[in-house]
Protein backbone atom coordinates (compact mmCIF):
# COMPACT_ATOMS: atom_id res chain seq x y z
CA UNK A 1 0.00 0.00 0.00
CA UNK A 2 1.40 3.43 -0.63
CA UNK A 3 2.39 5.91 1.77
CA UNK A 4 0.02 8.30 2.03
CA UNK A 5 0.41 12.13 4.60
CA UNK A 6 -2.95 13.92 4.62
CA UNK A 7 -2.34 17.02 5.74
CA UNK A 8 -4.97 19.87 6.69
CA UNK A 9 -4.56 22.51 3.76
CA UNK A 10 -2.96 23.08 0.43
CA UNK A 11 -0.51 24.70 1.79
CA UNK A 12 0.74 22.47 4.64
CA UNK A 13 0.63 19.40 1.95
CA UNK A 14 2.79 21.84 -0.35
CA UNK A 15 5.23 22.71 2.76
CA UNK A 16 5.42 19.51 3.82
CA UNK A 17 6.26 17.49 0.16
CA UNK A 18 8.75 20.53 -0.97
CA UNK A 19 10.83 19.98 2.53
CA UNK A 20 10.43 16.09 1.85
CA UNK A 21 12.44 16.84 -1.53
CA UNK A 22 14.65 19.40 -0.27
CA UNK A 23 15.83 16.49 2.62
CA UNK A 24 15.78 13.51 -0.23
CA UNK A 25 17.97 15.75 -3.07
CA UNK A 26 20.23 16.94 0.29
CA UNK A 27 21.15 12.65 0.68
CA UNK A 28 21.60 11.98 -2.71
CA UNK A 29 23.76 14.94 -3.25
CA UNK A 30 25.90 13.69 -0.19
CA UNK A 31 25.80 10.00 -1.22
CA UNK A 32 26.74 10.28 -4.92
CA UNK A 33 27.97 14.51 -5.26
CA UNK A 34 25.05 15.29 -7.48
CA UNK A 35 21.37 14.88 -7.33
CA UNK A 36 18.57 14.89 -9.80
CA UNK A 37 15.02 16.08 -9.53
CA UNK A 38 11.84 16.69 -11.70
CA UNK A 39 9.58 18.34 -11.01
CA UNK A 40 5.45 18.43 -12.66
CA UNK A 41 4.23 21.53 -13.92
CA UNK A 42 0.38 22.87 -13.54
CA UNK A 43 -0.94 24.85 -10.74
CA UNK A 44 -0.59 22.60 -7.81
CA UNK A 45 3.20 22.74 -7.27
CA UNK A 46 3.37 26.57 -7.43
CA UNK A 47 2.83 26.78 -2.99
CA UNK A 48 5.44 24.13 -3.10
CA UNK A 49 8.20 26.16 -4.96
CA UNK A 50 7.18 29.29 -3.19
CA UNK A 51 7.79 27.53 -0.14
CA UNK A 52 11.30 25.92 -1.41
CA UNK A 53 12.27 28.97 -2.81
CA UNK A 54 13.37 31.38 0.27
CA UNK A 55 14.79 28.18 2.42
CA UNK A 56 18.53 28.66 2.94
CA UNK A 57 18.99 25.33 0.53
CA UNK A 58 22.40 25.46 -1.20
CA UNK A 59 21.18 24.02 -4.67
CA UNK A 60 24.73 23.36 -5.86
CA UNK A 61 24.42 19.75 -7.30
CA UNK A 62 21.15 19.57 -7.89
CA UNK A 63 20.23 19.06 -11.42
CA UNK A 64 16.41 19.87 -12.28
CA UNK A 65 14.09 18.92 -14.90
CA UNK A 66 10.81 19.07 -16.08
CA UNK A 67 8.50 16.26 -16.20
CA UNK A 68 6.52 17.48 -18.69
CA UNK A 69 6.22 20.49 -20.39
CA UNK A 70 3.16 22.35 -22.78
CA UNK A 71 4.74 22.80 -26.37
CA UNK A 72 4.26 26.95 -25.34
CA UNK A 73 6.60 29.23 -25.38
CA UNK A 74 8.64 29.53 -22.15
CA UNK A 75 7.18 32.95 -21.38
CA UNK A 76 3.62 31.77 -21.91
CA UNK A 77 1.30 31.60 -19.21
CA UNK A 78 0.48 27.80 -20.17
CA UNK A 79 4.35 27.06 -19.95
CA UNK A 80 5.24 25.03 -16.70
CA UNK A 81 8.71 26.39 -16.95
CA UNK A 82 7.45 29.90 -16.43
CA UNK A 83 5.33 29.19 -13.31
CA UNK A 84 8.58 26.88 -11.88
CA UNK A 85 10.66 30.14 -12.74
CA UNK A 86 8.34 32.84 -11.45
CA UNK A 87 7.95 31.00 -8.10
CA UNK A 88 11.19 29.36 -7.67
CA UNK A 89 13.80 29.67 -10.12
CA UNK A 90 14.05 33.89 -9.74
CA UNK A 91 14.69 33.39 -6.60
CA UNK A 92 17.25 31.05 -5.84
CA UNK A 93 20.83 30.51 -6.67
CA UNK A 94 20.79 27.31 -9.12
CA UNK A 95 23.14 28.33 -11.94
CA UNK A 96 21.58 27.78 -15.39
CA UNK A 97 23.14 25.04 -16.31
CA UNK A 98 21.57 23.23 -13.84
CA UNK A 99 18.02 23.70 -14.83
CA UNK A 100 16.88 21.27 -17.51
CA UNK A 101 13.81 22.67 -19.37
CA UNK A 102 12.22 21.19 -22.54
CA UNK A 103 13.24 23.34 -25.64
CA UNK A 104 9.62 24.42 -26.93
CA UNK A 105 11.04 26.49 -29.84
CA UNK A 106 11.77 22.97 -31.37
CA UNK A 107 9.06 21.12 -32.58
CA UNK A 108 7.55 19.08 -30.29
CA UNK A 109 9.03 15.58 -31.64
CA UNK A 110 12.34 17.25 -31.87
CA UNK A 111 12.48 18.96 -28.56
CA UNK A 112 11.17 15.26 -26.75
CA UNK A 113 14.34 13.99 -28.46
CA UNK A 114 16.59 17.02 -27.36
CA UNK A 115 15.48 16.21 -23.80
CA UNK A 116 16.01 12.90 -23.84
CA UNK A 117 19.62 13.33 -25.08
CA UNK A 118 19.92 16.05 -22.62
CA UNK A 119 18.66 14.01 -19.82
CA UNK A 120 20.62 10.83 -21.10
CA UNK A 121 23.91 13.21 -20.78
CA UNK A 122 23.47 14.59 -17.16
CA UNK A 123 22.30 11.30 -15.42
CA UNK A 124 25.27 9.51 -17.52
CA UNK A 125 23.08 7.07 -18.73
CA UNK A 126 24.29 3.89 -20.70
CA UNK A 127 23.11 2.94 -24.34
CA UNK A 128 20.56 0.41 -23.98
CA UNK A 129 19.62 2.11 -20.30
CA UNK A 130 16.79 3.97 -18.68
CA UNK A 131 17.42 7.52 -16.74
CA UNK A 132 17.28 7.12 -13.07
CA UNK A 133 16.53 10.31 -11.16
CA UNK A 134 16.87 10.23 -7.32
CA UNK A 135 13.32 12.30 -6.61
CA UNK A 136 10.69 12.55 -9.48
CA UNK A 137 7.38 14.96 -8.23
CA UNK A 138 3.82 14.44 -9.85
CA UNK A 139 0.60 16.01 -9.86
CA UNK A 140 -2.56 14.31 -10.88
CA UNK A 141 -5.00 15.63 -13.16
CA UNK A 142 -9.04 15.24 -12.16
CA UNK A 143 -8.88 12.39 -14.53
CA UNK A 144 -6.15 10.33 -12.92
CA UNK A 145 -3.47 11.58 -15.88
CA UNK A 146 -0.06 12.64 -14.73
CA UNK A 147 3.39 14.21 -16.51
CA UNK A 148 1.00 14.50 -19.74
CA UNK A 149 0.30 10.84 -19.65
CA UNK A 150 -3.62 10.76 -20.52
CA UNK A 151 -6.33 8.46 -20.38
CA UNK A 152 -6.55 6.51 -23.47
CA UNK A 153 -2.96 7.56 -24.04
CA UNK A 154 -1.07 4.74 -25.56
CA UNK A 155 2.56 5.82 -24.20
CA UNK A 156 1.10 4.36 -20.81
CA UNK A 157 2.08 0.97 -22.12
CA UNK A 158 5.53 2.59 -23.12
CA UNK A 159 8.20 0.97 -21.12
CA UNK A 160 11.13 1.25 -23.05
CA UNK A 161 11.50 5.40 -23.84
CA UNK A 162 12.77 8.28 -22.05
CA UNK A 163 10.68 11.42 -23.40
CA UNK A 164 7.75 11.72 -25.98
CA UNK A 165 5.74 14.01 -27.79
CA UNK A 166 2.17 13.63 -27.15
CA UNK A 167 -1.41 15.53 -28.84
CA UNK A 168 -3.52 16.39 -25.89
CA UNK A 169 -6.92 16.08 -27.31
CA UNK A 170 -8.70 17.55 -24.56
CA UNK A 171 -6.34 20.63 -24.49
CA UNK A 172 -5.48 20.93 -28.19
CA UNK A 173 -2.04 20.99 -27.11
CA UNK A 174 1.21 19.47 -27.89
CA UNK A 175 2.80 18.16 -24.75
CA UNK A 176 6.56 16.64 -23.91
CA UNK A 177 6.27 14.15 -21.04
CA UNK A 178 8.74 12.13 -19.11
CA UNK A 179 7.54 7.75 -19.87
CA UNK A 180 6.39 5.48 -17.49
CA UNK A 181 9.70 3.23 -17.81
CA UNK A 182 11.03 6.35 -16.11
CA UNK A 183 8.69 7.35 -13.83
CA UNK A 184 9.02 3.94 -12.52
CA UNK A 185 12.55 3.93 -11.94
CA UNK A 186 12.64 7.40 -9.98
CA UNK A 187 14.22 6.25 -6.51
CA UNK A 188 11.97 8.54 -4.99
CA UNK A 189 8.57 9.47 -6.04
CA UNK A 190 6.60 12.16 -4.20
CA UNK A 191 2.59 12.82 -5.27
CA UNK A 192 1.68 16.19 -4.45
CA UNK A 193 -2.45 16.28 -4.97
CA UNK A 194 -4.71 19.09 -3.35
CA UNK A 195 -8.30 20.08 -3.54
CA UNK A 196 -11.77 18.62 -3.63
CA UNK A 197 -11.83 18.21 -7.42
CA UNK A 198 -9.18 15.34 -7.21
CA UNK A 199 -11.12 13.05 -4.81
CA UNK A 200 -13.14 11.31 -6.75
CA UNK A 201 -10.25 10.04 -9.64
CA UNK A 202 -7.85 10.04 -5.86
CA UNK A 203 -10.07 7.07 -4.68
CA UNK A 204 -10.17 5.38 -7.61
CA UNK A 205 -6.50 5.87 -8.05
CA UNK A 206 -6.01 4.69 -4.87
CA UNK A 207 -8.88 2.14 -3.75
CA UNK A 208 -9.89 1.14 -7.11
CA UNK A 209 -8.94 -1.51 -9.56
CA UNK A 210 -5.51 -0.88 -11.16
CA UNK A 211 -6.32 -0.03 -14.66
CA UNK A 212 -3.41 2.83 -15.73
CA UNK A 213 -4.88 3.09 -19.21
CA UNK A 214 -7.92 4.44 -17.40
CA UNK A 215 -5.87 5.98 -14.68
CA UNK A 216 -2.20 6.68 -15.84
CA UNK A 217 -1.07 7.77 -12.55
CA UNK A 218 -1.54 4.18 -11.34
CA UNK A 219 1.50 3.29 -13.36
CA UNK A 220 3.15 5.23 -10.14
CA UNK A 221 0.34 4.84 -7.34
CA UNK A 222 2.27 1.71 -4.86
CA UNK A 223 5.74 3.32 -5.36
CA UNK A 224 4.27 6.88 -4.26
CA UNK A 225 4.35 9.05 -0.92
CA UNK A 226 1.25 10.93 -1.69
CA UNK A 227 1.18 14.36 0.04
CA UNK A 228 -2.84 15.34 -0.42
CA UNK A 229 -5.14 17.72 1.94
CA UNK A 230 -8.13 16.64 3.79
CA UNK A 231 -10.15 18.09 0.77
CA UNK A 232 -8.81 15.64 -1.61
CA UNK A 233 -8.75 12.81 0.74
CA UNK A 234 -12.54 13.49 1.36
CA UNK A 235 -13.63 9.94 -0.31
CA UNK A 236 -10.70 7.87 0.69
CA UNK A 237 -12.33 7.45 3.75
CA UNK A 238 -15.35 6.14 3.26
C1 LIG B 1 0.92 19.63 -16.37
C2 LIG B 1 1.35 18.75 -15.25
C3 LIG B 1 0.26 17.78 -14.95
C4 LIG B 1 -0.26 18.19 -13.61
C5 LIG B 1 -1.69 17.76 -13.44
C6 LIG B 1 -2.29 18.44 -12.22
O1 LIG B 1 1.71 19.91 -17.26
O2 LIG B 1 -0.25 20.07 -16.29
O3 LIG B 1 2.57 18.26 -15.28
O4 LIG B 1 0.59 16.44 -14.95
O5 LIG B 1 0.55 17.62 -12.58
O6 LIG B 1 -2.39 18.17 -14.60
O7 LIG B 1 -2.37 19.80 -12.52
P1 LIG B 1 -2.85 20.88 -11.42
O8 LIG B 1 -1.76 20.93 -10.41
O9 LIG B 1 -2.99 22.15 -12.21
O10 LIG B 1 -4.14 20.37 -10.86
Given at each position: MPEILTFDSPLAAAQACGDKILQLIDAARRERGLATLAVSGGHTPRLMFEWM????????GIELFQVDERC????????NYRMMRESLLDAVRIPAKQVHRV?????PADAARTYADEIRGILKVKAGELPVFDVIQLGMGP????ASLF????????????TAAVWVEKFKQHRVTLLPGVLQRARHTLSLVTGADKAEALQAVL?????SAQFPIQLVASQAVWYIDGSADAKLQS
Amino acid sequence: MPEILTFDSPLAAAQACGDKILQLIDAARRERGLATLAVSGGHTPRLMFEWMAPRPFDWSGIELFQVDERCVPPDSDQSNYRMMRESLLDAVRIPAKQVHRVDTSLAPADAARTYADEIRGILKVKAGELPVFDVIQLGMGPDGHTASLFPGEPLVQDRAGVTAAVWVEKFKQHRVTLLPGVLQRARHTLSLVTGADKAEALQAVLRGPVDSAQFPIQLVASQAVWYIDGSADAKLQS
